[in-house]
């Protein structure tokens, strides 16, 4: 069975720092990117970041980039988003997933989420 368990969510003061963690299991993840979206409230589920298992490359959405750093631990079957410099508008459900690209559309396999809130 294909677990992906996400962790490390909760609430922080804006400008403050939290790393999410995604625990795959259950299938090798050689051929899969792996993916963080989010969701807020009211809104559509949006990327971003991604990593390729194999190899290593890695997408951003323009929110995160500078700010946000996607990392795997092929070792712990583990992916990490780190989240710096954190703003309001960061608050949102994020979810993990995998898939055969970055499209909303592609993924695989979803965890269920982990709760980010970020107050000002």
């Known amino acids: 069975q294909v677990q992906l368990v996400e962790s490390g969510g909760g609430l922080v003061q804006a400008g403050g720092s939290l790393r999410l963690s995604c625990a795959a299991s259950g299938r090798t993840f050689a051929s899969y990117t792996m993916n963080w979206f989010r969701q807020a409230p009211g809104k559509e589920r949006e990327f971003v970041a991604a990593?390729?298992?194999?190899?290593?490359?890695?997408y951003y959405a323009d929110s995160a980039k500078g700010r946000f750093t996607i990392s795997r631990d092929t070792a712990k079957n583990t992916v990490y988003l780190e989240m710096n410099n954190l703003k309001p508008e960061d608050t949102a459900v994020y979810l993990c997933?995998?898939?055969?690209?970055?499209?909303?559309?592609?993924?695989?396999?979803w965890g269920k989420g982990t709760l980010v809130t970020v107050s000002s």
């Open positions: 997933a995998a898939g055969s690209g970055i499209s909303l559309g592609g993924m695989d396999y």
């Open positions: 990593i390729r298992w194999s190899g290593g490359t890695i």
